[in-house]
């Protein structure tokens, strides 16, 4: 008697065991595509990254550098102070998106440029996102809205 219980209790430890690490690889194949990384423009320029590889660029807008084209088509340049990275989208902008303003970027870097197909803008005159500030403190070139 005293076996068939140890015996029982090895297998329910080895089910939920088995069914842990199936759940977790269910997860992580789930939300492959999901998870985009985040680099500034130093980091693209450092390590160009695979022009397969899906990742956020964050930065200021270069003054001068916004060039509307044809249609929805506009290019322009993210910078953090230390690098330039040139990127080219084609949608509708943000209604905030401006130059010496913050943005992230969701795209590929192919052939020295980055074509972004997700574009996104600070929502009010004091917010930038995390990355982007992280980043500008990276390169001291980060400026507190007061």
Known sequence: MKSLRKTRRIQVIAAAALSLVLATVLIGYGLRDGINY???PSQVIDGPPPAS?????????EAGSLVAGDGQT??????DGAARVPVRYTGIRPDLFAENQGTIATGRYVGG???ATELLAKHDETYMPREVVEALKEQGVYRHAE
């Open 38 to 40: 985040f680099r500034s």
């Open 53 to 61: 590889e899906v990742f956020r660029l964050g930065g200021l807008v």
């Open 74 to 79: 506009v290019r322009f340049i993210v910078t």
């Open 113 to 115: 440029v980055f074509e």
